[in-house]
T-cell receptor
Framework: AQSVTQLGSHVSVSEGALVLLRCNYS??????LFWYVQYPNQGLQLLLK??????LVKGINGFEAEFKKSETSFHLTKPSAHMSDAAEYFC????????????FGTGTRLQVTL | DTAVSQTPKYLVTQMGNDKSIKCEQN?????MYWYKQDSKKFLKIMFS???????INETVPNRFSPKSPDKAHLNLHINSLELGDSAVYFC?????????????FGPGTRLTVL
């Protein structure tokens, strides 16, 4: 079965600092990978996704992620954090088939301080 | 013009009661989902319908029964509510049922069972 592991349930950065949220996947074949963001009291919104095209994926709000097969990782980065980035971030995996079945990681809460 | 909407937003009820949550999407998507997010923010898929046909049915108690009257609607009925059913329930939709699909989430329904 496919799964993702998010290291760090809580990450705190200063405004303007680099954001790095870690996600490692477990799958016998390279899966499809997603990052979703959840702002307080809201639903989830897609940031970006890897679907076996380019390994460096750019998303919304200045975020990007790189698929590294050798490290089974799909870490999310942003060069400069903004206060509005404070939210819960979820990495998710979906099988490479005809079913869209997201399996989510446990989430990482990003706190941005002045 | 909300893409995926859910009603009600909040639901407070007593143990043993039966309740329903409604979901509607106006995106023209073929596939809809129900997810449960527990108090630790862990998200897990419950059901998925494609063109009104059930395609994913995770290990969910029989007390939970989804119904899709048409492609744009997916309702969730819960019988004999238990304390452990307290959670936020998210509806989502995607264009098809492919692993590459982006899922669009509703704002959630916070269910509290007393």
């Amino acid at each position: 079965a496919q799964s993702v592991t998010q290291l760090g349930s809580h990450v705190s950065v200063s405004e303007g600092a680099l954001v790095l949220l870690r996600c490692n996947y477990s799958s016998s074949v390279p899966p499809y990978l997603f990052w979703y963001v959840q702002y307080p009291n809201q639903g989830l919104q897609l940031l970006l996704k890897y679907t076996s095209a380019a390994t460096l994926v750019k998303g919304i709000n200045g975020f990007e992620a790189e698929f590294k097969k050798s490290e089974t990782s799909f870490h999310l980065t942003k060069p400069s954090a903004h206060m509005s980035d404070a939210a819960e971030y979820f990495c998710a995996v979906s099988p490479t088939g005809t079913a869209s079945k997201l399996t989510f990681g446990t989430g990482t809460r990003l706190q941005v301080t002045l | 013009d909300t893409a995926v909407s859910q009603t009600p937003k909040y639901l407070v009820t007593q143990m043993g009661n039966d309740k329903s949550i409604k979901c509607e999407q106006n995106l023209g998507h073929d596939t809809m989902y129900w997810y449960k997010q527990d108090s630790k923010k862990f998200l897990k898929i419950m059901f998925s319908y494609n063109n009104k046909e059930l395609i994913i049915n995770e290990t969910v108690p029989n007390r939970f029964s989804p119904k899709s009257p048409d492609k744009a609607h997916l309702n969730l009925h819960i019988n004999s509510l238990e304390l452990g059913d307290s959670a936020v329930y998210f509806c989502a939709s995607s264009p098809l049922a492919k692993g590459t699909d982006t899922q669009y989430f509703g704002p959630g329904t916070r269910l509290t069972v007393l």
